[in-house]
């Protein structure tokens, strides 16, 4: 309990995975009160995007709360043998299982798991005060990321010249446009490209649906006030007229959106610290990465599992900063490497770059790349934060 009776208030910006779980985790502490901000009329996720949670994202929810681990499997997962997703069959040596689902049905699922009156919407943050006690969970051009880094060079985000179209459709519909060995396992597949693009499709919400992703290069710039751009359907065939009957089938499959909307994808440099005084930044406010390795969602929850463990064992405002500055001394290098890891997946997949197209070499390297992503002791990581956080307020 907090040294005084007073408890101690952190506004928390963004209702996104990161800031729902965190909310979740602070609740837990009675000498906090988390109050969540979302600049929407209600909490809800993209309807379109697919979330991938790889095992180390699974323990961390469970770290946090086993309630919240057990939201993905509400939010359509699914179970068994055959359920999750299989990247290029990396096998978890622990009989962990990657999910992915609609990124809305697991928002949904977080938002159920919260009392409502913690929760503000329609609430857009204009500024940051100087020491407020304040969590950016707000996305990839976060304005809390602004207050902290000011006129760093890392603190605006790039586009990473990548776009995609994606769509979810319904798993029957699916197998009638595309070829049959799409459907060989259940899991996802990542078709390679020869150095503009690839191919990435993944049963969704119990198979029912499959997601269907086509991503591209580009050298064009983009327009960093918008997350989308309209294609015509033409542009959409010459961009996957080289793809055979894989493509043929994407095509139809897309050709019965009247609008077709593609999505930039953005990424941050990365950035000297996570936090400044009393104010911190959590999942893509802090590292918007490439979602080739399907490791933002999990980076996120990472972030908020160590932040809310810290939090909670803070006795009062004044080691809220102690508590800040251990959060990025654990989480920068653990993020930034998965930020990397991410971008030279994309290389890979796209046939870009140094990436040797030989098979076998392949082979070899594509499952280490999940290694130290899925495997990372996160345990021993929230001991040691713990540990760190000691030492700095009892040197202060």
Same mark, same amino acid.
């Given at each position: 309990?907090?040294?005084?009776?007073?408890?101690?208030?952190?506004?928390?910006? =963004?209702? !996104?995975?990161?800031?729902?779980?965190?909310?979740?985790? &602070?609740?837990?502490? /009675?000498?906090?009160? #988390? +109050?969540?901000?979302?600049?929407?009329?209600?909490?809800?996720?993209?309807?379109?995007?697919?979330?991938?949670?790889?095992?180390?994202?699974?323990?961390a929810l469970k770290l946090i709360?086993?309630?919240?681990?057990?939201?993905?499997?509400?939010?359509?997962?699914?179970?068994?043998?055959?359920?999750?997703?299989?990247?290029?069959?990396?096998?978890?040596?622990?009989?962990?299982?990657?999910?992915?689902?609609?990124?809305?049905?697991?928002?949904?699922?977080?938002?159920?798991?919260?009392?409502?009156?913690?929760?503000?919407?329609?609430?857009?943050?204009?500024?940051?005060?100087?020491?407020?006690?304040?969590?950016? =969970?707000? !996305?990839?051009?976060?304005?809390?990321?602004?207050?902290? &880094?000011?006129?760093? /060079?890392?603190?605006? #985000? +790039?586009?990473?010249?990548?776009?995609?179209?994606?769509?979810?459709?319904?798993?029957?519909?699916?197998?009638?446009?595309?070829?049959?060995?799409?459907?060989?396992?259940?899991?996802?597949?990542?078709?390679?490209?020869?150095?503009?693009?690839?191919?990435?499709?993944?049963?969704?919400?119990?198979?029912?649906?499959?997601?269907?992703?086509?991503?591209?290069?580009?050298?064009?710039?983009?327009?960093?006030?918008?997350?989308?751009?309209?294609?015509?359907?033409?542009?959409?065939?010459?961009?996957?007229?080289?793809?055979?009957?894989?493509?043929?089938?994407?095509?139809?499959?897309?050709?019965?959106?009247s609008t077709l909307l593609v999505?930039?994808?953005?990424?941050?440099?990365?950035?000297?610290?996570?936090?400044?005084?009393?104010?911190? +930044?959590i999942g893509d406010a802090a590292?918007?990465?490439?979602?080739?390795?399907?490791?933002?969602?999990?980076?996120?929850?990472?972030?908020?599992?160590?932040?809310?463990?810290?939090?909670?064992?803070?006795?009062?405002?004044?080691?809220?900063?102690?508590?800040?500055?251990?959060?990025?001394?654990?989480?920068?290098?653990?993020?930034?490497?998965?930020?990397?890891?991410?971008?030279?997946?994309?290389?890979?997949?796209?046939?870009?770059?140094?990436?040797?197209?030989?098979?076998?070499?392949?082979?070899?390297?594509?499952?280490?790349?999940?290694?130290?992503?899925?495997?990372?002791?996160?345990?021993?990581?929230?001991?040691?934060?713990?540990?760190?956080?000691?030492?700095?307020?009892?040197?202060?």
């Open positions: 309990m907090a040294a005084s009776n007073k408890k101690i208030k952190v506004a928390i910006c =963004g209702s !996104g995975i990161a800031g729902l779980s965190l909310l979740f985790g &602070l609740l837990k502490h /009675p000498h906090l009160e #988390p +109050i969540l901000y979302e600049v929407g009329l209600e909490i809800a996720g993209d309807e379109g995007v697919g979330v991938g949670l790889a095992p180390n994202a699974l323990r709360d086993p309630e919240l681990r057990e939201a993905v499997t509400r939010a359509g997962a699914g179970q068994g043998p055959n359920a999750g997703t299989e990247v290029v069959q990396v096998g978890d040596l622990k009989g962990d299982v990657g999910y992915l689902f609609q990124r809305s049905k697991f928002i949904e699922q977080l938002f159920k798991l919260v009392p409502q009156e913690t929760c503000r919407t329609n609430k857009k943050l204009s500024r940051v005060e100087d020491n407020s006690s304040g969590v950016g =969970g707000d !996305g990839v051009h976060s304005t809390v990321r602004k207050y902290i &880094l000011q006129d760093d /060079p890392s603190c605006a #985000p +790039i586009f990473s010249q990548q776009y995609f179209y994606v769509a979810l459709v319904p798993m029957e519909e699916a197998k009638k446009k595309l070829p049959k060995e799409c459907f060989d396992v259940y899991c996802q597949y990542a078709w390679m490209g020869s150095g503009r693009g690839m191919l990435m499709h993944n049963p969704c919400n119990n198979g029912e649906t499959l997601q269907l992703l086509a991503a591209f290069t580009t050298d064009e710039p983009w327009d960093p006030e918008k997350w989308t751009s309209e294609k015509s359907h033409d542009e959409m065939r010459k961009d996957l007229s080289s793809w055979g009957k894989t493509g043929e089938g994407f095509t139809e499959l897309y050709e019965v959106q999505r930039s994808i953005w990424e941050h440099p990365h950035a000297p610290t996570y936090n400044s005084s009393h104010a911190c +930044i590292h918007a990465m490439q979602p080739w390795q399907a490791g933002g969602a999990g980076q996120a929850i990472e972030d908020s599992m160590i932040l809310q463990t810290l939090l909670g064992a803070i006795k009062d405002v004044p080691e809220i900063p102690s508590a800040l500055d251990t959060y990025t001394k654990m989480q920068k290098e653990r993020t930034q490497y998965v930020q990397t890891m991410s971008g030279g997946m994309g290389e890979i997949l796209m046939g870009k770059g140094d990436a040797d197209p030989d098979l076998e070499e392949l082979r070899k390297i594509v499952p280490r790349r999940w290694d130290e992503m899925w495997y990372f002791d996160l345990d021993k990581h929230q001991e040691e934060a713990l540990k760190v956080m000691k030492a700095s307020i009892k040197s202060t």
